[in-house]
């Protein structure tokens, strides 16, 4: 009875290390892990236009837009992400992909596709 406790605490010990682990790394800012992505809209044009990056699962992407104008960043992966463009500068939008696989950046405005992420 007793090995039958200290296994169920040491299951709980060990969960809450994830929850916790995973507590800060969601709320401590890790620029350095995250993969960076620029992307200027400006005069009808957009750079970079389907560069392609390669990414990891769950790791941080940040896509950081100078614009100077309206638009709507679409990113087709799993989860699915939308962020609201605005004119101005350094906007950053953060995402993870949890699915492997082929995911897409695009401009729904401008109808440009900014870059193709191969997810592993």
């Known amino acids: 009875m007793l090995s039958c406790c200290l296994t169920t605490l040491g299951c709980a010990a060990r969960e809450h290390d994830n929850h916790s682990s995973a507590t800060t790394t969601t709320t401590a800012p890790e620029t350095d892990a995250a993969l960076v992505i620029d992307v ?5 044009s957009v ?3 389907d560069a392609r990056l390669d990414a ?6 940040d896509v950081v837009v100078d614009s ?3 638009d709507e960043l679409h ?5 699915e992400h939308t962020f609201a463009v ?7 939008f953060r995402f993870t992909i949890d699915v492997p696989g082929r995911v897409e950046l695009e401009l729904h405005e401008a109808g440009r596709t900014v870059a193709t992420l191969l997810v592993r």
């Open 40 to 44: 200027r809209i400006a005069g009808g």
């Open 47 to 49: 750079t970079p236009t």
């Open 56 to 61: 990891q699962v769950n790791t941080p992407i």
């Open 68 to 70: 100077d104008t309206h």
């Open 75 to 79: 990113v087709h992966g799993t989860p």
């Open 86 to 92: 605005v004119p101005g500068t350094g906007q950053r």
